[in-house]
């Protein structure tokens, strides 16, 4: 698993109460199951990495309300040259951290 962040806003404070610490301000982001993914394409690693910046370069928010209405399930067929999958949240993707984490501890 690759953990990809994005920080909008970081400040740090030194001294504080004798505390050294760093706020970040984040945005959610994705988490790939790469193994999942690989095996949608076959084992094509190309065809995986696509997949993965089509699904990063989607708005957040639209892409969880696809995944709400689809069933956990969207259908990718837009990436030129490449074969249409059906990308299972949970399975393929998490849209959080924690959602991955999560999952990890169930199984």
């Known amino acids: 698993?690759?953990?990809?962040?994005?920080i909008l806003c970081e400040e740090s404070y030194h001294g504080v109460s004798k505390f050294d610490f760093?706020?970040?301000?984040?945005?959610?982001?994705?988490?790939?199951?790469?193994?999942a993914i690989l095996a949608l394409y076959s084992g094509n690693t190309r065809?995986?990495?696509?997949?993965q910046t089509y699904l990063f370069s989607r708005d957040y928010y639209n892409l969880k309300s696809e995944f709400q209405l689809g069933n956990s399930k969207v259908r990718v067929d837009c990436i030129?040259?490449?074969?249409?999958?059906?990308?299972?949240?949970?399975?393929?993707?998490?849209?959080?951290v924690g959602d991955y984490y999560l999952s990890e501890k169930t199984e």
């Open 1 to 6: 698993m690759e953990l990809v962040e994005v």
């Open 22 to 35: 760093v706020i970040r301000l984040a945005r959610p982001t994705l988490v790939f199951n790469t193994n």
């Open 47 to 51: 065809f995986a990495q696509d997949l």
């Open 80 to 96: 030129e040259n490449q074969p249409a999958v059906d990308v299972v949240l949970g399975n393929h993707v998490y849209l959080t």
